[in-house]
């Protein structure tokens, strides 16, 4: 990789200032089991309009045999605030783009996983659309955004493959980094709507960051972005340690919060299946919008419950988010 598209930051170095300044500005903007549901053609109800009056969730819905349901149509899904019903005033099962930051742990304790991880990643990487674009950071005790954000498959999986593994885990500063990064690719009309996810993989709990988990978790909570998680465990690792217990406590609860999903594989051969199911469920969702019932511009958190009248099935979507301010 050349100078002026690997970009590091090194938490040694910054304050909590200056990380917030250096993410905000780091790069330019440039399976369930069973088969696969069939996605109908596309569906649409209602006029998007960016803004804060707006509140947009991407819906995921499964079946009891935790196959993806994509032919819901708008009368079949439920969204409750704070336990009131809601008026969902735009529905799409339109598979729309997607803006997608792929995080990869290369610190000294993935040298025996990195050639089967990197092979994974870039295996995710081959299902992306011409439309769809993503960005590569790799962290360590540093954390190195290896590809800006693109559409080449080529360009994303030589920053893949250039990851080498050594070093401590900075997970939360990279998780912080990458949401700062697509907070950068939201909407300002129809014509830009995308879905947004963090994939992160990791073997390890954080050892290096400046930024805590709770500036992290309140950092999601106020994105768009799905989280979707990667925790390996090894035989000699799983169910021991205080540290693997609080990387996994961090990695649910940031993948529940934000609508995404967690999943902690024995073993490094069950990653290219994880990615493949990842891709899947994201090329499954609803984009489900409403303007709330409560025009109070408190800043309060408010709490999102979205069910599915179809019998059987089961939705899943970012547990809230925070009213604009006064």
């Known amino acids: 990789m050349t100078a002026a598209v690997r970009r590091r930051f090194v938490p040694a170095a910054l304050g909590?200032?200056?990380?917030?300044?250096?993410?905000a500005a780091a790069l330019p903007h440039a399976s369930a089991d069973g088969p696969p549901a069939q996605t109908p053609p596309p569906a649409q109800v209602g006029t998007f309009r960016s803004g804060i009056d707006l509140v947009a969730l991407n819906v995921?819905?499964?079946?009891?045999?935790?196959?993806?349901?994509?032919?819901?149509?708008?009368e079949?899904?439920?969204v409750f605030e704070n336990g009131v019903r809601q008026e969902v005033g735009y529905f799409s099962r339109t598979n729309l783009s997607?803006?997608?930051?792929?995080?990869?742990?290369?610190?000294?304790s993935m040298e025996d996983k990195m050639r089967t991880t990197q092979e994974a990643a870039s295996g995710f990487v081959q299902s992306l659309r011409p439309e769809d674009q993503a960005q590569v950071i790799d962290f360590d005790s540093r954390v190195s955004v290896v590809a800006p954000f693109t559409n080449s498959k080529a360009d994303l999986e030589k920053a893949i493959a250039s990851t080498v593994p050594g070093g401590s885990t900075s997970l939360y500063t990279a998780i912080y980094i990458a949401l700062r990064e697509l907070k950068k690719t939201e909407a300002r009309g129809i014509e830009d709507l995308r879905r947004?996810?963090?994939?992160v993989l990791s073997d390890g709990e954080d050892t290096s960051s400046l930024?805590?988990?709770?500036?992290?978790?309140?950092?999601?909570?106020?994105s768009e972005t799905a989280v979707y998680a990667i925790g390996i465990r090894s035989k000699e690792t799983t169910g021991t340690g205080r540290g693997y217990g609080q990387a996994d406590f961090a990695l649910r609860q940031l993948t529940t919060q934000t609508g995404g999903r967690v999943f902690f594989p024995s073993s490094v051969d069950e990653l290219r299946?994880?990615?493949?199911?990842?891709?899947?469920?994201?090329?499954s969702q609803y984009l489900v919008g409403y303007t709330s019932a409560n025009q109070k511009r408190d800043g309060t958190w408010r709490r999102i419950i979205v069910r599915s009248s179809r019998a059987g099935a089961t939705a899943r979507t970012r547990m809230g988010y925070y009213a604009p301010g006064g």
């Not at 909590?16 to 993410?23: S, T």
């Not at 990615?275 to 090329?283: G, H, K, N």
């Open 196 to 199: 947004r996810a963090v994939i």
């Open 98 to 108: 997607l803006s997608v930051s792929l995080l990869l742990d290369s610190s000294a």
């Open 16 to 23: 909590w200032a200056a990380v917030a300044a250096v993410a």
């Open 211 to 222: 930024v805590s988990y709770d500036e992290v978790l309140e950092l999601a909570k106020r």
């Open 76 to 78: 079949e899904i439920l």
């Open 60 to 74: 995921t819905v499964t079946d009891p045999s935790n196959r993806y349901i994509t032919d819901l149509g708008a």
């Open 273 to 283: 299946s994880i990615y493949a199911l990842i891709s899947q469920e994201l090329s």
